[in-house]
């Protein structure tokens, strides 16, 4: 059980362009969802914290208009990497939480690359 | 401030011998404790977890961590690895349930034949 994925695993874009990320939650109903950034040989940096219904929060530095958060669903959030940047490539992991649970599942991860 | 710190970036093991990682935390009171390990290219998986009872905590994968209040230390260990155990591995807190979670900067596991 607790199981999330995430889609696509990787991809590569032209800069300029949007990408979408979704994540999933696929045995459980997940009302918070987090999105993380990670470079490679660093520990993971949330970027938001992703409420069922309501707007995403963010952390301090990441900036809301670049990176979408959308939580539609107990089990979808998707975020949207606008206008993507080289510096955006990097890899982006979601995880997901039971409601009221203490404990965090993760997805495999989208490594993102922007050309 | 809240933090996590594994003080070992990375740590050399043979295969069979033991394995012990650190980890620290600074909160004000106990926070709930994870170790989380994640193979190349992949996501986390969770090994175990400490919220309160027991100190010793077993996790899947053979692996186990003692809390310890007075060192404010949730150390990980496995008494034999497998080269599979290859991996990063990172500790983590949260406050309370739902809060984020933070987490130390990883340890690197390098299996040796």
């Known amino acids: 059980g607790a199981v999330v994925s995430q889609h696509p695993s990787w991809v590569i874009c032209k800069s300029g362009t949007s990408v979408k990320i979704e994540c999933r939650s696929l045995?459980?109903?997940?009302?918070?969802m987090f999105w993380y950034r990670q470079f490679p040989k660093q520990s993971l940096m949330l970027m938001a914290t992703?409420?069922?219904?309501?707007?995403?929060?963010?952390e301090q530095g990441v900036e809301k208009d670049k990176f979408l958060i959308n939580h539609a669903s107990l089990t979808l959030s998707t975020l949207t990497v606008t206008s993507a940047h080289p510096e955006d490539s990097s890899f982006y992991i979601c995880?997901?939480?039971?409601?009221?649970?203490?404990?965090?599942?993760f997805g495999p991860g989208t490594r993102l690359t922007v050309l | 401030a809240q933090s996590v710190t594994q003080p070992d970036i990375h740590i050399t093991v043979s295969e069979g011998a033991s394995l012990e990682l650190r980890c620290n935390y600074s909160?004000?009171?106990?926070?709930?404790l994870f170790w989380y390990v994640q193979s190349p290219g992949q996501g986390l998986q969770l090994l175990l977890k400490y919220f309160s009872g027991d100190t010793l905590v077993q996790g899947i994968k053979g692996f186990e961590a003692e809390f310890k209040r007075s060192q404010s230390s949730f150390n990980l260990r496995k008494p034999s690895v497998h080269w599979s155990d290859a991996a990063e591995y990172f500790c983590a807190a949260i406050k309370a349930a739902g809060n984020k979670l933070t987490f130390g900067g990883g340890t690197r596991v390098l299996v040796k034949p």
């Open positions: 045995d459980f109903q997940a009302t918070t």
């Open positions: 995880s997901a939480i039971l409601a009221a649970s203490d404990t965090q599942y």
């Open positions: 909160y004000g009171a106990t926070p709930y």
């Open positions: 992703s409420n069922e219904g309501s707007k995403a929060t963010y």
